[in-house]
């Protein structure tokens, strides 16, 4: 499989683009004026302690207070032999934290919508192969890496290094791009991280709250940190100052890497190059369109994603459940591509085709499944339910890209329909007829959008003679251009 990082960067804004075997797959944008704020450290004060919801409220300087629940106050440890799916036990927020306390906590979660930013106190400082928690003494490993000898070198090596060094505490947990990293690497990564470690705790003993202790790389060097792999062909990025100081890192920290990354000078846009543009203005629509024929509809709501998947123009070859299994098997490979695109995330369903064959039901999840691994957040996903639906989750840390790119609509409100003009002159009726129980007029103005008038003066004007008649005075209209289709007022006159 071919992969191509794209970096695009802009006074205003920085663009990055994964792509695979010539298709886009991720999409990520930082802009100057709205930064993401995932992995800071804050110096925070509370300002308000909530016992009924075991959480508190800490201003970290943001617009919006940001929020901390009790179980990401301090860690909550599981006794030895106690299964995983036993519930933990959060101590009560009140004998935690109390009001004017100050507060070293690291973000979590960007603010989405109308939510602050979520915050833990557990912090965690990455680098290229591992993951520094200080005052913790666990060393973790990413599940990805699957060889069980490599396993076995790698927490080896990390141990051994941090026994080589008492006066630091701290735990690890080894990224998936450590596998195979040569011993020199792992040992340079420990030192970078401990005066990095260093450095913030210096900060945090002089600050004053709320101030930001330590801010995370800009994003088109975080992608050299999290992104690249091995099986990484080129990295192209559009921007000769951002270039250099990307093999500057590169240079000093995966230096394994430095004939990949490519400054590109080309009169034609990078993004065009590559088509990225036009995928992502496909991303934001609700209709994915599939070869076949089929579309899926996605919508993104405040509680939920939901996902449908319909046959379209697709009307098979052999029978109808073999049309119906291959426009699911095609649907959950986009499907898996749009989530990552999109960076959707919460509470996600799935509402494929009804399959009355369970071999077909295991073969589109386990395809789901297979396609999930190449995602980089952190997925979960259950099997079939009675009524046909596949519910799973993914770890939703920044906003999703419509979120990023779009606002809700102004004239809908962001409900995705308006009233009808129909509906809208049955209102207008209506207010009419209030009006004129309150109020005594010689006659009434009514203003509103040009549809609405247009079948006020059509195919409604009968019904206005008999209003007319009805309340024994005139009744004028004027268009207002700039009303939408749902504004109207009812002028005395």
């Known amino acids: 499989m071919s992969e191509e990082i794209l970096i695009n960067v802009t006074p205003v804004e920085t663009r990055v683009a994964l792509v695979e075997n010539g298709m886009l797959q991720e999409a990520y944008i930082e802009r100057t004026s709205r ?141 998936t791009a450590a596998e195979a990293a040569p011993a020199e690497d792992l040992l340079g990564d420990m030192a970078y991280l401990h005066r990095l470690n260093q450095a913030i705790e210096e900060r945090i003993t002089r600050s004053v709250a709320p101030s930001v202790v330590y801010q995370d790389l800009p994003l088109f060097i975080r992608t050299i940190r999290d992104l690249i792999r091995p099986q990484t062909e080129k990295v192209r990025i559009d921007s000769r100052e951002s270039h250099q100081r990307v093999m500057e890192f590169v240079n000093e920290f995966v230096t394994e890497f430095s004939e990949k990354v490519e400054y590109y000078p080309g009169e034609r846009p990078l993004f065009d190059l590559y088509s ?128 990023i790119l779009c606002e809700p609509c102004p004239i809908c409100d962001g409900r995705g329909f308006l009233k009808t003009s129909e509906t809208v002159c049955y209102e207008v009726f209506r207010e009419i007829l209030r009006i004129n129980r309150a109020y005594d007029a010689e006659s009434y103005l009514v203003m509103a959008s040009q549809s609405v008038i247009d079948r006020l003066l059509d195919e409604e004007s009968d019904n206005v003679a008999d209003l007319e008649t009805f309340i024994s005075k005139t009744i004028r209209f004027q268009v207002e251009p700039f009303y939408s289709q749902e504004q109207y007022d009812v002028v005395l006159l």
């Open 35 to 175: 930064k993401g704020i995932v992995g800071n450290i804050y110096k925070g004060k509370v300002v308000r302690v909530l016992p009924g919801m075991e959480a508190a409220f800490v201003d970290i300087g943001l617009e919006r207070a940001a929020f901390i629940h009790a179980s990401d106050v301090v860690p909550v440890q599981q006794p030895p032999n106690v299964p995983t799916d036993t519930p933990k036990s959060v101590p009560d927020i009140r004998t935690l934290l109390r009001e004017g306390q100050s507060l070293v906590i690291q973000v979590t979660k960007d603010p989405i919508g109308t939510k602050g930013a979520r915050l833990t106190t557990q912090l965690s400082i990455p680098s290229r192969y591992l993951v520094f928690m200080p005052g913790v003494s666990h060393v973790g490993i990413s599940q990805r890496i699957e060889d069980e000898n490599e396993r076995l070198r790698l927490k080896t090596l990390v141990e051994e290094g941090a026994a080589a060094d008492p006066d630091v505490s701290g735990g690890y947990i080894i990224r």
């Open 276 to 403: 990225v543009e036009d995928e992502i203005q496909k991303a934001l629509s609700r209709k994915v369109q599939l070869k076949s024929g089929g579309y899926v509809i996605i919508d993104q709501t405040e509680a939920m994603t939901t996902i449908d998947i319909n046959t379209g123009a697709f009307v098979g070859h052999r029978n109808l459940e073999e049309t119906i299994f291959k426009t699911n098997l095609e649907a959950a490979r986009a499907i898996s591509r749009q989530l990552r695109l999109r960076n959707l995330g919460g509470i996600i369903i799935i509402d494929f085709i009804d399959m009355d064959d369970s071999e077909h039901q295991r073969q589109v999840h386990r395809m789901l499944e297979k396609m999930l691994e190449r995602d980089h957040a952190k997925t979960k996903i259950t099997g079939v339910s009675e009524l046909g639906l596949v519910e799973m989750t993914r770890k939703r840390t920044t906003e999703s890209l419509g979120q």
